[in-house]
C-alpha cells in the first residue's frame, strides 16, 4: 500500500502543517507497516507496483491549483500506476453545476462533471457515483471552511475502472 503525499511548499508558512511529515508520522504506526510513504509532487503519481486502488479524498479540487500542472498528464499518471481493472475513487466538495475548475483555489470546490470528464478523457470508465454525502441544502457559494457550512457541504464520490484489456 502506497501513501502519497506532496512535500511541504516553499513558499508554505512556517507554522502551517507538512503533508510529508504528517504522512510519515501515521504511517510509522505498527498498524500501519505494509504503508510505503512516497513524498513527490502530485503532477505525476509513480509506484514501482500496479496499484488495485487509488483513493483521492476532498483534494483533487487542490490539484488544480499546483503551478504549471497539466490536468490530464496527471489522471494519465493515475491510470498508469493502476493494474487492469483498478478502481479510481474521488471524493470532493462539489461547486456550482458548470463551473469547471473556476472555484478551486477560492471556494476549495469542483464542478463534478468537469472531474468526471477529466478522469474520462484518461481513459477511465465511470463505474457509479455515491450519493452519501449530498447535501442539496448547500448552494455551492460558500468556502468549505465557512463555520456555516464546514462538514455539511455538498460532496460526490464517483468511482472509475482503469479497463481490463
Known amino acids: 500500500m502506497y501513501a502519497l503525499s506532496p512535500p511541504r511548499r516553499p513558499t508554505a508558512p512556517a507554522d502551517s502543517p507538512d503533508p510529508a511529515a504528517a504522512t510519515t508520522a501515521i504511517a510509522s504506526d505498527p498498524g500501519y507497516s505494509n504503508v510505503v510513504v512516497q513524498v513527490a ?3 505525476a503519481i509513480k509506484v514501482s507496483e500496479p496499484a488495485d486502488v487509488v483513493f483521492t479524498a476532498q483534494n483533487y479540487h487542490d ?3 499546483v503551478p504549471d500542472i497539466d490536468i490530464a498528464a496527471f489522471n494519465k499518471s493515475v491510470f498508469d500506476a493502476l493494474e487492469p481493472g483498478g478502481v479510481y475513487i474521488v471524493l470532493d466538495h462539489a461547486a456550482a453545476a458548470g463551473s469547471g475548475g473556476r472555484d478551486t483555489s477560492t471556494l476549495h470546490r469542483i464542478d463534478p462533471d ?3 470528464s477529466e478522469v474520462l478523457a484518461a481513459g477511465f470508465v465511470f463505474a457509479g457515483e455515491s450519493k452519501v454525502l449530498a447535501n442539496a441544502k448547500d448552494d455551492h457559494g460558500a468556502k ?3 463555520p456555516a457550512i464546514r462538514g455539511q457541504t455538498d460532496q460526490f464520490i464517483f468511482k472509475f475502472r482503469k479497463p481490463k484489456k
Open 41 to 43: 509532487p502530485v503532477s
Open 63 to 65: 490539484v488544480h491549483n
Open 114 to 116: 468537469a472531474v468526471k
Open 144 to 146: 468549505v471552511f465557512d
